[in-house]
């Protein structure tokens, strides 16, 4: 089974600066989809970016990128110029690419909770 | 706002109870996945549907339930409501059922059980 794993419960940055979260995860297969979500206080879930497991660019989206690492099973995820709108729980999650059964269905981290200092 | 709208917002109810969850999903989209989120489990995925058929189970428990309806609307039905229930559970949909197709969340039921 596919598992996911964010090792940091809490991060802070200061506005302007740049911040790294970090995500692991686990599976045998080898096609793939990872995505980090956002959830704001009002607690929507917000995709920010999303990666091709095939696609060795890493993916970016205006100020947020990953730092995809295929075969250390590692996607982590960069903020910069942070803002005060980042202050969030960011969740990382995993999505196989493998027809049938339950495989289409997003498997979570635990998240880590974000906190933009003025 | 993803498209996707779930009634109602927050649901207070005792144990014991049974209550009824409504998402419609994005216009057009076909396929409905339920999630729970609590702070003991996290995120988990419970059940998908698509185009009216169970296609996927998670971790559900045999005291809840769903149904997508013609309209492709879905309710996820949650009995003999115990403490432990008490999280946000969440809709979100996708054009089809593939691995390709993105999901959207909408933006949650609270539940509390007392």
């Known amino acids: 089974a596919q598992t996911v794993t964010q090792s940091q419960p809490e991060m802070s940055v200061q506005e302007a600066e740049t911040v790294t979260l970090s995500c692991t995860y686990d599976?045998?297969?080898?096609?793939?989809?990872l995505f980090w979500y956002k959830q704001p206080p009002s607690r929507q879930m917000i995709l920010v970016i999303r990666?091709?497991?095939?696609?060795?660019q890493n993916a970016t989206e205006n100020r947020f990128s990953v730092n995809f690492q295929k075969a250390a099973k590692s996607f982590s995820l960069k903020i910069s110029d942070s803002q005060l709108g980042d202050a969030a729980m960011y969740f990382c999650?995993?999505?196989?690419?493998?027809?049938?059964?339950?495989?289409?269905?997003?498997?979570f981290g635990k998240g880590t909770l974000l906190t933009v200092n003025p | 706002d993803s498209g996707v709208t779930q009634t109602p917002k927050h649901l207070i109810t005792a144990t014991g109870q049974r209550v009824t969850l409504r998402c419609s999903p994005r216009?057009?989209?076909?396929?409905v996945y339920w999630y729970q989120q609590s702070l003991d489990q996290g995120l988990q995925f419970l059940i998908q549907?698509?185009?009216?058929?169970?296609?996927a189970k998670g971790n559900i428990l045999e005291r809840f339930s769903a149904q997508q309806f013609p309209d492709l609307h879905s309710e996820l039905n949650l009995s003999s409501l115990e403490l432990g229930d008490s999280a946000l559970y969440f809709c979100?949909?996708?054009?089809?059922?593939?691995?390709?197709?993105?999901?959207?969340f909408g933006p949650g039921t609270r539940l509390t059980v007392t």
């Open positions: 979100a949909s996708s054009a089809g059922q593939g691995p390709t197709y993105e999901q959207y």
């Open positions: 599976t045998s297969e080898s096609d793939y989809y």
């Open positions: 990666q091709e497991a095939y696609k060795q």
């Open positions: 999650a995993y999505r196989s690419r493998t027809s049938g059964g339950s495989n289409y269905k997003l498997t």
């Open positions: 216009s057009g989209d076909l396929s």
């Open positions: 549907y698509y185009n009216g058929e169970e296609r």
